[in-house]
């Protein structure tokens, strides 16, 4: 098989935290690769030693077969990056923008023009392509950064958490672009701190936390890693979920979480569910809803980590799916305390 | 480890830019820091506005008190506003880089397979452009205003490339200012309060006769002062040999002084 990137214990540290700390990554070609993780995990970094940007302290990864720190400029001609913010010069236009990338790739100025205008097409920034960049919505200058690092045709393409802050549809619109581009045979290795998008989009999923990889599969081998399913109750009266938590904690030997009317709890055996039901029969609590169902990414999530995945307590697992855009704004000031962080180490 | 992917077949893979690329590298990114001009001619009057402002206070409301009129203070003055505002400019790059870092387009173009140094050079060519349209400026309106040359094209041309060359020599500094303040507002405030102080406590708007002895000996090591005396001496007639060489050998100083700290702050961003 061949690598598009192969990283051996790469480490990073920051005085005392160590950012990466003896990470292994392998992505195939023509991968799609979600990297997920809360913030502080070390995506962020990772995604900057693999992009040449940041050399690491120890370890050595190879992009394209190339060395990130011996052959930087190798690695800068094959690969695409999109940072967390968007990287555009505000005060060029969408046009000057894609065309100063070409110029610097040592495209003609006809072939810079030509490319720039097709990758506007492409994103749907043709109408804006001549008004300065400052003028564009927060989806328009994500779109034209990923635009920027696509104009050299990057075999491989870095993502560093492309849609935080986005609105659902504008999200909605990036995943399309993502799909297209792994579509169109180009490695992709893409961090989120969102499930659901790692869910949807990654071929493979690995899991960072503290600089380190805690778990590596596809999406459904790590719903399997825990063994467990989750068993869900939901009695007909709210006032018997006491009831059901003390007989669910009880047969399957662990407190279970209550939360909005519904039991649920980790299941490992599902020979005990029939005991459940028939004690609960016996107590004569109506459950009006009952089931067993594979354990979502979050749980896994929680299960490796021991913390919920980032956003996920107040806003359920579906990114800005909460009351208005009242969760990507949350997640925006929490970067931002991040960043900062970051920053000052 | 397993086999490695080789690039892909038809992409040529250069080991690094040669001196060719590294030039039309440097000239991209000095377009890129022009061409926003074309859209935003506000940027030019930024440019022009402080100019002309301190052009016009000055002679008109020092100029009578301090020279007894206008017109003589007017010439001996302008070479002084050039000195103050082509140090002023110089930090336009320190801004221009930092707002680049703060907005991620640093990185960006870190990423791209360029060569290392042309996001500095690019932006000082750019820059520095910017500091002969001031200069121009200066001498423009000032003419208008009763300033005379009274020295010829050479002098003319002599004053721009002792200015640009202290410029240069300044870009080292404002790189390094650049590269390490936390923000763009953070840099403007370093800006003023060194810049300001330094200025005034020169010859370039009086003569320093009336000064305290101690500030009259700050006042004549100031570089400013030199660079004053030798812009006169170029546009208006009379001695330059040594202020022009103590103002060179300032601007060699910054220059020897802050180039490696700014080139290790710029390696250390990598």
Redesign the interface.
Known sequence: ????I?A?GLAKRYGETRALDGVDLEVP?GRLLGVLGPNGAGKTTAV?VL?????PDGGRA?V???DVVR?A??V??????T???????????GV?NLV??G????MPRAEARRRAAELLARFDLTDAGGR?AKTYSGGMRRRLDLA??LV?RP?LLFLDEPTTGLDPRSRADLWAVVRGLRDDGVTVLLTTQYLEEADQLADDIVVFDHGKVIASGTSDELKATTGAQVLEVRPLRPSHLDVVASVVGDVLGAAPEVAGGLVSGSVRDPALVPSIVRRLDDLGVVAAELSLRKSSLDEVFLALTGHRAEGTENAGDRPGDGPGSGAGAHDDTRNGTARKKE?AL | MTAISPAAPGVTVSARPGVAATMRHTATLAWRSLVQIKHNPMELLDLSVQPIMFLLLFTYVFGGAIAGSTGDYLQFSLPGLVAQNMLFASLTTAIGLNTDITKGVFDRLRSLPIARSAPLTGRIVADTLKQAWAFALFLGVGMVLGFRVHTGVFGVLGALALLLAFALAMSWPAVLIGLTAENQEKVQILAFSLIMPITFTSNAFVPTATMPSWLQKWAEINPVSHLADAVRGLLSGGPIASSAIVSLLWAAGLAVVFAPLSIRAFRNRT
């Open positions: 098989m061949t690598y598009a192969q051996e070609r900057r992009a040449t940007l940041l050399r190879r394209a077969g190339y052959q400029h190798q800068r001609s094959l690969i695409g990056l940072g967390q913010y968007a990287a555009v010069d505000e005060t060029l236009t000057e100063m990338i110029r610097l790739l040592d300065a920027a690092s050299g075999q920053v």
